[in-house]
């Protein structure tokens, strides 16, 4: 009989991995799978996944598909931004000017060079474009075409042209359109934008062009209206910024106006006869008084800045040109921070020589500032629209026949409607008018004899130049006279002395020193002819013919006490 084997020696079998079977049923049989239907409803489940699968796939792929064919811009050669200009070529087009506009336009071709105003979309495919040439506005039309021609405009063109800052410089083509507009300055044609390329993009702007068009009414509109809120822009603002300014609509008429002034003046003294001439403006001496005078220094000396071409004139009088004139600067030292004071402003100034009274003159001068007044309101009617719209002001008036008063007489209107001197004692018959007598005046003139613009003839001695011809009659007044618009003086001018010895009495009566003039005084001592003339202010007529309110507004660049830049 054979020993047990120990417990703890015994063999033990390999272990297997086992699943539990499911506990039998209560009838003993065995565990059952799923069933057909089970295995039918998960097969439909797979089916429909895949088939699930499948189509996110093809719906993938056409989503690809569309958004590369989106992405491929047909209509990326009608816009961009163009390269810097070298003048590379020259294909001799024809760029439109939008004041040439008409009813024959309709329906051409265009292309033109602007600046971008402003833009506004309207929807996904639409975007309504301003453009601004001077002072004329023209809408633009982008709308997203789907034909792949050379006309194509694309959703990018689209979304380029509202990228655009304000201000830039543009290049357009496209076709002009039959329109109504109410939104830009020419109301009844648009172009239909087929390409759009910048050619000069701007940076941050001080302000905009609309914010420094508005009119004073639009500022007390919106006092009175919380929804409104516009921007003013203060003339110190816009002087500092004035590349920006001058775009203003209402600039660029003001210096058409200014130009027209100069170039009205030119045509009719040229018409009479006349001479352009060129004076220097450094000087030896003083020509007026030495208290508004500029010195400079002149290598070892001093030399004076000309407060007029008046001596130059007068020399070139006594050398025989007859009638000469001269449009350039003048200079005044004057510490004066008026509406109407500046310390640099253009000259319009001319003398002639007369057989017997300084009448032919002032009615020369008289004659020529009523074709300027003429000139303007016939040919430059549409700037003149332009800047009512910022600076509304009744039309100049002025009469076929100058109203000319002496002197004696304005100053009896002004006393006579309790008008008081400077000091505030009563005005008397030789006291120089102050500013708020002039335009005191000028009022009683329109009102009694309806016109903005007259003479005074025989003004006191007193408070006129050295080189002004004494009244032959009375010794206190003088052959002297002053224009005046809207109550303000635009032209001073007299007959001068043209005797040597009596011109040298005249200088050391005021002061002057006539061997510092001796290049003056030998001028007549060879001979000059008995001669009157005048200076105007330029940008005095503009500001008063157009109703400003301040000088520097007529101004390019002005120049005042407490100006001297840009």
Do not use: W
Request: hydrophobic share 35%; charged share 30%; proline share 5%.
């Amino acid at each position: 009989m054979s020993e047990p084997v120990p417990q703890e020696t015994q063999a033990v079998p390999p272990a297997v991995e086992t699943t539990t079977a499911p506990a039998p049923t209560a009838e003993g049989d065995a565990p059952a799978g799923p069933s057909k239907s089970e295995l039918k409803k998960r097969a439909k489940e797979a089916e429909k996944a895949k088939k699930a699968a499948e189509r996110a796939a093809r719906e993938e792929e056409e989503r690809k598909k569309r958004e590369a064919k989106e992405a491929e811009d047909h209509a990326k050669q009608n816009y961009g931004k163009l390269p810097l200009h070298q003048s590379q070529e020259r294909n001799h087009r024809k760029f439109l000017k939008f004041s040439e506009l008409s009813p024959e336009s309709v329906g051409q071709r265009v292309v033109f060079r602007a600046r971008m105003h402003n833009s506004r979309a309207q929807g996904a495919k639409i975007v309504f474009l301003a453009f601004r040439q001077q002072t004329h506005t023209l809408q633009g039309v982008l709308v997203v075409s789907g034909e792949k021609d050379e006309n194509q405009v694309s959703k990018q063109m689209l979304k380029y042209s509202q990228l655009i800052p304000s201000e830039s410089i543009v290049l357009v083509e496209g076709t002009i359109k039959s329109a109504e507009v109410k939104s830009c300055t020419i109301t009844n044609y648009e172009v239909g934008i087929h390409k759009l390329f910048t050619a000069v993009e701007v940076g941050d702007l001080p302000f905009s062009i609309d914010d420094a068009s508005r009119a004073e009414a639009d500022f007390e509109k919106a006092e009175k209206d919380e929804n409104l809120q516009y921007s003013r822009v203060a003339l110190p603002t816009r002087l500092d910024n004035r590349v920006m300014d001058l775009r203003t609509p209402t600039n660029q008429a003001i210096f058409r106006i200014q130009s027209a002034v100069g170039q009205l003046f030119r045509d009719y003294l040229n018409s009479q006869g006349f001479i352009e001439i060129h004076s220097p403006k450094l000087q030896g001496a003083a020509t007026e008084s030495g208290a508004s005078v500029f010195k400079v220094q002149y290598f070892n000396g001093t030399a004076f800045l000309a407060q007029s071409p008046q001596l130059a004139k007068q020399m070139a009088i006594a050398g025989d040109l007859e009638r000469v004139y001269e449009i350039g600067p003048v200079f005044r030292a004057e510490d004066s921070n008026t509406h109407r004071h500046m310390t640099e402003f253009m000259g319009l100034d001319l003398e002639m020589a007369f057989e017997e009274h300084y009448h032919e003159v002032l009615e020369v001068l008289d004659e020529m500032l009523k074709s300027i007044f003429k000139g303007l309101q016939t040919k430059f009617s549409h700037e003149i629209e332009v800047i009512k719209k910022q600076f509304p002001h009744e039309d100049f008036l002025f009469l076929d026949e100058t109203l000319k008063l002496p002197f004696k007489e304005g100053i009896k209107m002004l006393k006579e409607a309790g008008a008081k001197g400077s000091d505030g004692e009563e005005l008397g018959e030789l006291d120089d008018l102050s500013t708020e007598n002039e335009k005191f005046l000028g009022r009683l003139v329109r009102e009694k004899y309806k016109t903005d613009y007259f003479i005074l003839d025989k003004f006191p001695l007193a408070i006129r130049p050295f080189y002004t011809m004494p009244d032959p009659t009375d010794d206190t007044l003088s052959n002297s006279y002053d224009f005046f618009m809207r109550g303000e003086e635009i032209l001073s001018g007299a007959q001068r002395v043209h005797d040597p010895a009596f011109l040298a009495e005249r200088m050391r009566s005021v002061g002057i020193d006539p061997a510092s003039m001796s290049g003056y005084l030998d001028a007549f001592k060879l001979g000059a002819p008995p001669h009157a003339g005048g200076g105007i202010g330029l940008e005095r007529v503009v500001m008063l013919f157009l109703k400003l309110g301040n000088i520097r507004r007529a101004s390019l660049f002005p120049r005042d006490p407490k100006r001297l830049s840009p």
